[in-house]
């Protein structure tokens, strides 16, 4: 690789977890309703990411791999959960 990639790969890290760290400390000062709909909202994202990737990788390889379809029942579960407010509850 060039140097120049590195130092770009570096600097986009470091931006990365910068923001990432940002956001978190906003977090704090949040009410614990705008933390629970963040939280909801987090939960049905993750779970679509995950159907998407699943069945996109199911239908790109053309036959059956376990580990995408557990993928995708993996997201689907976490959406029926989440829809049923069993999904970031605090015990």
Known sequence: MDQINLVFITVFIFVMVGLAHYFSLKMLKVTPDKKARYRKIFWYFYGIFF???????????????????LQFIFGFVIIILNGLGKMGREN
Do not use: A, R, S
């Open 51 to 69: 159907v998407i990737f699943g069945g996109i990788n199911l239908i790109e390889k053309g036959e059956f791999h376990w580990f995408f379809g």
